[in-house]
């Protein structure tokens, strides 16, 4: 089975577009919403799309508590459906649906696989240059202070294969926005999963309104630094350093 998780808050005239589509691409796919009680209904326009149909899950949640969170609890309730593959995404079309395959078939390769803006070149349409210098530097900063060797460590356009959330306790990893898409790749990569990349066009959003803040923004810097001081504690505490898990490999 296939999850596609998308986390929602105030999306109802995205999501009824984007359901069909994410499902039309293959038909192992299920679509888990995992919606902050949105004040637009976005929760029951997502519940009345499910009557009906076995492959859309809604999950509400009684208030907005965040992007990290609504990833964590949907990842968890994707394994708890017996997802062999979990998928996260965007709810704004940002994330294109017809990216789901080049994501699905990396992942007979690979651990973790991210759909990169800047994998060749620079993907991105819509966006004003200051927001991309911000996502662009991001990578940069990110890369230099943790070694991640990744083209994009903030794209929330990934793929997961069962194994690598198994290890996770998803719990104790309490970031959020691109603060958390940067410590899920960092803990693939502690753990030595296969890490690859697909390129993909990264369109901004046909409707609704960023949820991207200052504050989002001041983690990310911060949580770089948390990580890798993490890492190396551990690496001092626990002789051999890296933990146990199958060899990195090199990104598409």
Request: charged share 25%; glycine share 10%; with cysteine.
């Amino acid at each position: 089975m296939i999850v596609v998780v998308i986390p929602t808050y105030n999306e109802c005239e995205n999501i009824i577009r984007l359901i069909p589509e994410v499902l039309a691409q293959d038909a192992g796919i299920h679509v888990l919403v995992v919606d902050d009680n949105s004040p637009d209904g976005t929760g029951d326009a997502v519940a009345a799309l499910a009557d009906g149909n076995q492959r859309i899950h809604l999950m509400r949640r009684d208030a907005k508590k965040g992007l990290g969170s609504a990833y964590r609890e949907g990842f968890s309730a994707a394994l708890a459906m017996g997802a062999t593959h979990i998928l996260e995404m965007d709810a704004d079309f940002s994330h294109d649906p017809r990216g789901i395959p080049a994501l699905l078939a990396a992942l007979d390769s690979f651990d973790l696989v991210v759909g990169s803006r800047y994998l060749h070149g620079v993907s991105v349409v819509n966006w004003p240059i200051r927001r991309l210098m911000l996502s662009y530097c991001a990578t940069l900063y990110t890369r230099m202070i943790t070694g991640l060797r990744l083209s994009d460590c903030t794209s929330g356009f990934k793929g997961f294969r069962r194994e690598v959330l198994e290890s996770f306790d998803l719990g104790t990893i309490r970031s959020d926005g691109y603060s958390f898409q940067i410590e899920m790749n960092f803990r693939c990569m502690e753990k030595g999963f296969r890490m690859g990349e697909v390129p993909i066009i990264f369109i901004d959003r046909h409707a609704g309104t960023s949820k991207m803040s200052k504050k989002i923004v001041r983690e990310a810097v911060i949580m770089v630094w948390k990580l890798k001081l993490g890492s190396l504690l551990r690496r001092w505490l626990i002789p051999g350093g890296r933990h146990d898990g199958r060899k990195l490999g090199a990104a598409l």
